[in-house]
């Protein structure tokens, strides 16, 4: 059962510690303490592999933030403030959010107050162990199954997250239930009817906080706008419910301010230049604000196929076709299989007049997806109609490498490019290549190499001329 609750939710992992509190109360039978760990020796190493295997995947996928992001010293004094605040929203469960930031800073008194809040309880409820046992394990429960959760391993950008409380919170629950249980006997050794009527109203209290808090998940508008009115620079909410807003009739204003908004507080995000470039690009007159932000989403990730495409898009808007088609054949060598790109780059290339920047576009575009034939027509094609094309002939030699029966021609192409352009450092690159597999042509192939180094000097092909002249 323990292995399949593993397989369910990581958030199990505690579970070995919670039977030793459980050993110690209500079953007490925590003596012997050496027999008890012994027999709980299976699940701690089911436990130990289970959070092995978490942290691997989780730090594969880049979940796991660095400390470079969040400092460890920062980590520790949110730690300490979120234990403070997790206790308080159980209790009163005001102002719950989906999402809150991380702080840039956590002020030294918060840090301070709240670790003497959980020292001062900590230390209550040892000394009251033995009149009160569930006051200490209903604390420790608390704290040990909050600790993976805490923040000290950062997954994720959040500071801390409602939906970590679900098994913490048993522990706070125990300690009030069995608490003003015995408060109120001994105070009132009849009060048990009334207490069970606080009790009961107690329970309606809560379930109808719980009703209101659904209500804020009816849809992304909803529930991040009520983020936004309970935290502060909430990057997230922003960014999540401008584009919300933005497939919302006549609410491109609202989307474009909160897109706005989340640039302004989270600057590094990919996600929010490039959604806040759709956004600008659906507003008229503002085509060029909105390749500014694609452009800015590509300087932090120059790997990132969707704002190529988007960018592609809107230059395609302003009639800069050749520079759409470029951004359109980026998007597809990143990313093959991006369908909408390829619809793009197809469109584009149809609206293009018959020329031979056309013919060579569409050569580059099938010489990427591996369809050397029809690449090779095309760039022959767009020589036909203009002859002294350089970047043509380098290509075509390059694709021609990769048919057997036409390889040969090869050669004669990057010649024909380094005629028209001498400085062209990739024809001498690839010249060089082709007399390397040419009977005695090292000697030359080594010229055209070093010509390619001066040209654009690249440590690869240092290594590789470094090699050859020994």
Avoid at 121 to 134: H, K, L, M, N
Wanted: aromatic share 10%.
């Amino acid at each position: 059962a323990f292995c399949c609750g593993w397989m369910a939710k990581p958030m199990i992992v505690t579970l070995p510690a919670v039977l030793l509190l459980l050993d110690a109360w209500p079953l007490g039978r925590l003596r012997p303490l050496r027999a008890r760990l012994t027999e709980k020796i299976p699940f701690f190493a089911v436990s130990a592999v289970g959070a092995a295997i978490t942290y691997a995947a989780q730090q594969g996928s880049g979940a796991v933030e660095p400390l470079a992001a969040f400092p460890l010293g920062l980590r520790v004094e949110n730690a300490l403030v979120s234990c403070f605040l997790y206790i308080e929203k159980t209790f009163w469960p005001a102002g719950l959010a989906a999402f809150y930031p991380y702080p840039r800073a956590v002020p030294i008194w918060q840090a301070a107050g709240a670790a003497l809040v959980l020292a001062g309880v900590s230390i209550w409820t040892a000394r009251e162990f033995g009149r009160r046992p569930y006051l200490a394990v209903g604390w420790c429960w608390y704290l040990v199954t909050l600790l993976p959760v805490i923040g000290l391993v950062q997954v994720g950008a959040q500071a801390r997250a409602d939906r970590y409380m679900y098994v913490p919170m048993v522990g706070l629950l125990v300690m009030a239930a069995w608490g003003a249980k015995d408060a109120a006997l001994r105070a009132w050794p009849r009060f048990g009817v009334p207490a069970g009527a606080l009790a009961g109203a107690a329970l309606l209290a809560f379930g109808a906080a719980a009703w209101a808090q659904t209500g804020y998940w009816q849809n992304s508008g909803t529930l991040f706008r009520h983020a936004l009115e309970v935290t502060e620079a909430n990057y997230l909410a922003e960014h999540n419910l401008g584009v919300y807003l933005l497939e919302q009739p006549d609410s491109l204003a609202d989307a474009t301010a909160h897109l706005q908004q989340a640039v302004r507080l989270n600057p590094d995000s990919v996600r929010a230049h490039s959604d806040l470039g759709n956004a600008l690009s659906r507003a008229p007159g503002r085509l060029e604000e909105a390749v500014v932000e694609y452009r800015a989403a590509l300087r932090i990730d120059p790997n990132s196929p969707i704002p190529h495409n988007n960018l592609g898009n809107t230059l395609a808007r302003t009639g800069r076709l050749q520079e759409a088609i470029a951004e359109y054949q980026t998007a597809l060598r990143l990313k093959p299989d991006y369908a909408e790109a390829r619809a793009n780059l197809a469109a584009a290339l149809a609206a293009g007049p018959d020329s031979a920047e056309r013919h060579y576009n569409l050569g580059v575009s099938f010489s990427q997806q591996g369809r050397a034939v029809e690449a090779v027509a095309e760039f022959e094609a767009a020589l036909r109609l203009k002859p002294n094309y350089a970047d043509a002939e380098n290509n075509l030699g390059v694709t021609l490498t990769r048919l057997p029966q036409r390889s040969g021609e090869a050669m004669a192409h990057f010649q024909a490019a380094l005629r028209l352009r001498p400085d062209y450092a990739d024809a001498h690159y690839n010249l060089g290549i082709a007399l390397a597999n040419t009977p005695g042509g090292m000697p030359q192939a080594l010229q055209h190499f070093e010509a390619a180094l001066k040209l654009r000097p690249d440590p690869e092909l240092r290594k590789l001329v470094d090699q050859l002249r020994r």
